[in-house]
């Protein structure tokens, strides 16, 4: 027998790529969720703890995706038409060395543009992180490449968020030769990808970078603000106030319905993996009928229903 109690949630903002990139590789499974009108989460620091959001528009102001290949949730987007949303796809210079199973950069940048045409350029942005500098990724290969692909995405977005890689303890253990990137060498690229974008109509956003790379050209607000959702949405939001997960990072709306060690591109630099086994065998349990991302629900867990109300501000503006 399943038990249902009340939970106060207010996740008017759902994610899907903070813990892996279901556009990638759930894409089914998250457009069953949407056609069942909801979704089952466990707490991935405790998962005896499960919580039912709902996935109706009346409620959910706004889906908001990060992905490093969107090509799979192209052909599901008439689904979503009821559904605000705001894209982030992840495209960097970096090869099968650092990103075993990315598609091909020219294929995602192409991608990204169908995306943008179908869901509106206020809808999309474009993620250039981490950004980490070795012998074969130098600066003078950043910039080269970042100007090519700001060439290529020109038009189709009017941001670009940068990062630059953290050395947590998942990284290092799959990604030893990683490096900090020097204050100097994060000026230098900052600057200069903040001249390139301004060439191209494309505003340069740092993730938790501080303010260091404001006094040069880089908005340093935050990446995923509640202007961000305002601006995709077309409305003004009401948001109650809330602890950001950082102390540095602005990005404190919403509640993702992912799962960690389930993301298939296992990208070196990835602090979302364990390591690769556990990611194998997760997505081994993955069932797309099942209202969770991994697994299926046991007898006798308990449901935590989350309490959802629009935060859209339904007051009209007058200019």
């Known amino acids: 027998m399943v ?7 207010r996740a008017m903002i759902i994610n899907t ?12 499974w998250f457009v069953n969720r949407i056609r069942a009108g909801f979704v089952l989460v466990r707490n991935p620091y405790r998962p005896d703890w499960i919580t039912r959001y709902e996935l109706d528009p009346d409620v959910v102001d706004c889906i908001g995706f990060c992905t490093k290949n969107p090509e799979p949730m192209l052909k599901h987007l008439d689904e979503l038409n009821a559904y605000h949303q ?7 210079p970096y090869g099968r060395d650092i990103e075993p199973n990315v598609p091909p950069k020219e294929k995602v940048m192409q991608d990204f543009i169908t995306l943008s045409d179908k869901v509106g350029i206020n809808c999309v942005g474009w993620r250039y992180d981490p950004i980490l500098i070795d012998r074969t990724y130098t600066i003078e290969r950043h910039i080269a490449d970042f100007e090519q692909m700001c060439r290529t995405l020109s038009g189709h977005t ?3 968020v940068i990062s630059f890689i953290d050395l947590y303890e998942k990284v290092k253990r799959n990604f030893p030769q990683a490096r900090t990137v020097t204050p100097q060498e994060r000026i230098t690229i900052g600057r200069t990808f903040a001249e390139v974008g301004k060439q191209y109509g494309i505003t340069i956003k740092a993730c938790a970078e501080g303010n260091d790379l404001a006094p040069y050209g880089v908005d340093c607000t935050g990446c995923t603000t509640q202007l961000t959702f305002e601006t995709a949405i077309g409305s003004n939001l009401v948001v109650p106030k809330k602890k950001s997960q950082r102390a540095e990072c602005a990005c404190v709306l919403g509640t993702d319905i992912g799962a960690y060690d389930t993301c298939g591109h296992l990208c070196r630099y990835c602090y979302a993996n364990y390591n690769h086994e556990n990611v194998r065998l997760n997505m081994r349990l993955h069932d797309p009928e099942s209202p969770f ?16 109300e629009s935060w859209i501000d339904m007051q009209l503006s007058f200019f």
């Not at 038990?3 to 949630?9: D, L, N, W």
């Open 3 to 9: 038990k249902y109690k009340e939970r106060t949630v």
């Open 17 to 28: 790529g903070m813990r892996t990139d279901i556009p990638a590789f759930y894409s089914q």
């Open 86 to 92: 705001y894209w982030f796809v992840t495209i960097t």
């Open 158 to 160: 009017k941001v670009c």
């Open 293 to 308: 991302l991994v697994g299926n629900l046991q007898e006798g867990e308990i449901i935590h229903q989350a309490s959802q």
